[in-house]
């Protein structure tokens, strides 16, 4: 068996921090060590420790280099990589001018497999070790990014993505088509490997309450998939929502009323929230998704992590390419510090780092499994440099305990930052 042992600063959690003290959740050793074993952690502790113990292990030493597990992106759409940037649009113009031109050409397989490939490579470069896709209506854009994450043995949960109406033509389906396609590929692609299938409507503009209805069955048969689609995000958008369905009680309800609210739900944005959804999704056990670059890129608003953490909803952290700016979960985290503030909070790091590992993982129904430094996690992890730009290098000099010398890492760092990223107990080296 084959045995690695990498030695650094190391960082990891025991509990919620946004629900507690985050000092009392917070495991932090100076010169810790990580063992691998085959594909998984079995242990963590002191470096010098586990170096005694496991004298056959191969030892990768980073320094003073940061250690952690692996950054989980909880809702993006991999079909928008290429259109990631674009000037200037809100939601509804943002589909119609960039997103849906751009989503008809994953018709082509070859392009599918392009755009997939080149996605998970820069996910992979900015340290993100799982992400969470919508695809698109065509099958093989699901296929295209499962066999890419195969090919890398990452942890990924996509879907295809659901529409037959208020899109064109070329990117319509049916109420059928929908339920016999997602059908399909579940039974195909979820669990095999490490693949999650995720139910996938867009969003309700775009589906009738036929297509919902469809989709609500499909999740009633299949209890154990994850569920996503978009909620709340722009208050135009709500609108239109109210318009398309006048008897919902709110937009939560459009789903809720066609089997598509539960525990395994994640609601991306779920920004402008009416206290009745929040408590049915708190009663239920869904998960909403922060977006923070994309909430402030197309200008929908700032979402309320304390408020809702407190309320005690499960939150995970996203990108939410390419409506989001950055592929990086380290801007993203300086996001949502920065949302956080416009709000009169500010977010200590240990609960940034927590919201891009260990409660995105939860959110995803995957906590132990992914987004964790501890014995049983898959081997996903990160390696950051914490001096990694001239800019940075010389306020961490400054630094006078470890979450002064992250935060700026946090605020200021990009790929430059990430030394080494390990996919299931293997150094992921891009092609």
């Known amino acids: 068996m084959t045995k690695h042992l990498l030695l650094g600063q190391t960082l990891g959690f025991l509990g919620n921090p946004l629900r507690g003290e985050w000092a009392d959740v917070t495991r932090f050793d100076s010169a810790g060590g990580v063992l691998i074993e085959e594909e998984r952690i079995t242990k963590t502790g ?23 597990a692996g950054f989980v992106d909880a809702h993006m759409h991999y079909p928008q990589t290429g259109i990631i940037a674009s000037w200037g649009k809100q939601l509804i113009d943002w589909l119609n001018t960039y997103t849906f031109p751009e989503e008809a050409k994953f018709h082509d397989r070859a392009y599918a497999h392009d755009v997939a490939d080149r996605t998970l490579d820069l996910a992979l470069a900015h340290g993100t070790t799982t992400l969470t896709s919508f695809c698109t209506i065509h099958p093989d854009s699901v296929e295209a990014f499962f066999d890419a994450a195969a090919s890398r043995n990452m942890a990924v949960v996509a879907g295809k993505t659901c529409m037959d109406r208020n899109a064109p033509d070329n990117l319509r389906d049916t109420a059928q088509s929908a339920y016999d396609d997602s059908k399909a590929l579940l039974e195909t692609w979820h669990g095999r490997g490490r693949t999650t299938y995720a139910i996938t409507p ?23 998939v994850l569920m996503q689609t978009h909620l709340s995000e722009q208050r135009p958008e709500i609108e239109w929502v109210h318009g398309l369905f006048p008897q919902a009680r709110d ?3 459009t789903y809720e009323a066609f089997g598509l609210l539960g525990e395994k739900g994640l609601y991306g944005h779920a920004i402008h929230l009416e206290p009745r959804e929040i408590d049915r999704l708190r009663e239920v056990g869904a998960s909403v998704v922060h977006c923070p670059t994309s909430n402030t890129f197309i200008g929908s608003g700032l979402f309320d992590l304390m408020g809702l953490a407190t309320a005690g909803l499960q939150i995970g952290l996203a990108t939410d390419t390419g409506g989001g700016s950055s ?11 920065e949302i956080g503030q416009l709000r009169g909070l500010a977010l200590h790091p240990a609960q940034l780092m927590w919201l891009a590992t260990e409660g995105s993982a939860r959110a995803l129904h995957m906590s132990g499994e992914i987004g964790h430094l501890g014995a049983g996690a898959m081997a996903d992890i990160v390696v950051l440099d ?21 935060f700026p890492t946090i605020m200021m760092g990009d790929d430059r930052a990430i030394i080494d990223v390990w996919v299931a107990g293997a150094r992921w080296e891009q092609n």
């Open 46 to 68: 002191s470096g010098a420790a586990l170096r005694a113990a496991h004298p056959d292990a191969q030892v990768t030493d980073y320094g003073d280099a940061l250690i952690s």
């Open 202 to 224: 867009r969003f309700s503009p775009t589906s009738t309450p036929e297509q919902l209805e469809a989709l609500g069955a499909l999740w009633a048969e299949n209890p154990d």
């Open 251 to 253: 937009y939560l309800d």
């Open 327 to 337: 592929f990086s979960m380290l801007r993203t985290m300086a996001a949502a510090y």
């Open 386 to 406: 914490l001096a990694a730009t001239p800019a940075i290098a010389q306020r961490h000099a400054q630094a006078n305990d470890l979450w002064d010398a992250l």
